[in-house]
């Protein structure tokens, strides 16, 4: 066999293994249950009253783009590697040397837009692609963890706009002298959740306080909590009985006319101690909407949970929960480190992690996840 055959051959395998990658790659992400779920929701769009509840219809639209684009890059990805197959094939048949060279910048090519759309076989959650509700409470340390979940609340806001989601911040209650006590994030964008999924847990920040007159070096604490935005047909039910209303006036950023009347609402589901709060928007039944959403996927959450520490009490495995152990820390003096104690993965550019650099962390964490799975 000829230079020119063996090479052609030698492509005609990469092809064929790259095609069978990809298969593969759309079985496990279920790209047929995409399809079905896009087709659903498209029908849907189509009802008369479809725009009578416009917030409820954007997230469709939204939705609907997200899985077409999806689906549309991995069939699209399927379709070239066939058609360069027979491209490849029928040069090999006519022995035409200058196809070649072109068909390998194709497979390269080929091989660049698999190994970007491979990135998503890292989510592996059946809610992954979805949004996300991120919350963030200062912790031990005064108005330095207070403070503290303020930068957090930056970090996470500035690396959703990297990627170019959208954040409604639903509740934010301000620390006495800086920083926030606690807030409430909605994140529109598709893999929202599968990507944040990784902050949940208690970070820590060690540095110099710029709030100590002595410039004493200063250890403080801040939790994020993040769980999926469920689908609109997740059923969860709640009682009327089961749960506490209370109404009040709006505090924090959202305007003077947001406070001037009791428009803020929270909940309280009182068998399981849930609480949940909306005070963004100037409608009390609007709050209510949003803190009853909140609530359904707290509470979902909740039995996720539930599940997961039964299988890992079957298999004996039992890991407690606590406040105290860190998933990250952040050190500013008296060097400069963020180490993810996780993964074991760390960088000295904190600055850019704090500007919302998150990807490395993130990255590292969902590898970590798949192999421990």
């Known amino acids: 066999m000829s230079w020119y055959n063996n090479n052609m051959e030698n492509l005609l395998k990469n092809l064929e293994e790259l095609r069978e990658k990809i298969i593969s790659a759309k079985s496990l992400l279920d790209i047929a249950a995409l399809e079905t779920e896009g087709r659903a929701l498209k029908r849907k769009m189509s009802d008369p009253d479809f725009w009578l509840d416009q917030k409820k219809a954007v997230e469709i639209s939204k939705r609907v783009e997200n899985l077409e684009s999806e689906v549309r890059d991995w069939h699209s990805l399927e379709d070239e590697i066939i058609e360069l197959e027979k491209l490849v094939a029928m040069g090999n048949r006519e022995n035409d040397n200058s196809i070649y060279k072109d068909a390998v910048k194709s497979f390269e090519s080929l091989v660049k837009k698999f190994t970007v759309l491979e990135f998503m076989l890292l989510f592996s959650g059946k809610y992954d692609s979805r949004g996300a509700i991120l919350s963030i409470h200062a912790g031990a340390g005064g108005v330095d963890a207070q403070d503290w979940a303020q930068m957090l609340s930056r970090m996470v806001i500035r690396f959703c706009e990297r990627k170019g989601w959208s954040v409604e911040i639903i509740e934010n209650t301000p620390g006495q002298e800086a920083g926030i006590k606690r807030m409430v994030l909605k994140i529109d964008g598709h893999w929202a959740y599968g990507y944040l999924r990784s902050e949940n847990g208690v970070h820590r920040l060690v540095r110099i306080s710029p709030f100590d007159a ?109 406040w105290g152990k860190q998933i990250r820390s952040y050190v500013l003096q008296p060097y400069r480190m963020v180490k993810d104690h996780r993964t074991g993965y760390s960088t000295d550019q904190v600055n850019d992690i704090l500007d919302g650099g998150l990807e490395v962390f993130i990255e590292s964490y969902l590898k970590w996840s798949r192999e421990k799975k």
């Not at 959202?254 to 005070?279: C, E, F, L």
């Not at 009853?292 to 979902?300: E, G, I, V």
Request: aromatic share 2%; proline share 4%; charged share 35%.
């Open 214 to 322: 002595e410039a004493m070096r200063h250890t403080s604490f801040a939790k994020i909590e993040v769980i999926p935005e469920l689908p609109e047909e997740t059923e969860i039910e709640l009682k009327d009985e089961d749960l506490r209303v209370d109404v009040y006036r709006s505090s924090g950023p959202g305007g003077q006319s947001v406070n001037t009347t009791d428009s803020a609402v929270r909940i309280v589901h009182i068998p399981t101690k849930i609480s949940v709060a909306s005070q963004t928007e100037r409608s009390q039944h609007q709050n209510r909407e949003i803190a009853m959403k909140l609530l359904k996927s707290k509470l979902f959450q909740l039995e996720e949970e539930k599940k997961q520490a039964e299988e890992a009490k079957l298999k004996g495995k039992v890991q407690k929960a606590e």
